[in-house]
C-alpha cells in the first residue's frame, strides 16, 4: 500500500511540470496525383447458415445478407497519402486517375512541454481541399 501512495505521489510530482498541447501548423501545399478511385455498389448475397438452436437442435437455411457499397479515392504525394471512402468523392474524381493535384492540408502535432525541453509528434494530416493542375504548369 505504501508503495502505490509512494508511486502515486512521484508520478503527480515530477509529471505534474509537464503540459501537453495540441498544435497545428500552418497550411501546406503539395503536388499529388490520383492513384485509385474504386466502387463496388450494394448487393444482397445469399448464404447458408447452419448452427444450433435454443433447444439444442440443429438446423441450416438460407440467411440474405446485405453488403453496403464501398467507395474508395487515393491520393498520394511525396509527402502523404489521403485516402477517402465516402461516394461524394467517388463521383468527384472517379474520371480523374493520374490527374495530377495540389493538395492543401495542415498537420496537427501532440506537444510535451517539460519546462525548456518539447517534444512534439506527429497525430495526423488534416486534408483541407485540393485543385486540379493544368498540363505545363508547375
Not at 509512494?6 to 503527480?12: E, K
Not at 448464404?47 to 491520393?75: E, H, I, Q
Not at 480523374?96 to 519546462?115: N, T
Request: with cysteine.
Amino acid at each position: 500500500m505504501f508503495f502505490k501512495r509512494f508511486a502515486f505521489l512521484a508520478a503527480l510530482l515530477l509529471g505534474g511540470c509537464q503540459e501537453i498541447k495540441t498544435e497545428f501548423s500552418d497550411v501546406l501545399h503539395d503536388k499529388a496525383t490520383i492513384v485509385e478511385a474504386t466502387h463496388s455498389p450494394s448487393r444482397m448475397d445469399l448464404t447458408l447458415s447452419c448452427g444450433f438452436g435454443f433447444t439444442g437442435d440443429w438446423s441450416c437455411g438460407p440467411t440474405l445478407v446485405n453488403v453496403p457499397a464501398k467507395s474508395r479515392v487515393t491520393m498520394r504525394s511525396e509527402r502523404c497519402t489521403f485516402t477517402f471512402t465516402d461516394a461524394d468523392s467517388y463521383r468527384e474524381f472517379q474520371h480523374s486517375v493520374e490527374s495530377s493535384l495540389e493538395v492543401s492540408y495542415r498537420e496537427s502535432y501532440r506537444a510535451i512541454y517539460d519546462g525548456a525541453r518539447g517534444d512534439k509528434r506527429l497525430i495526423s494530416r488534416d486534408f483541407l481541399g485540393c485543385t486540379f493542375v493544368k498540363l505545363g504548369s508547375g
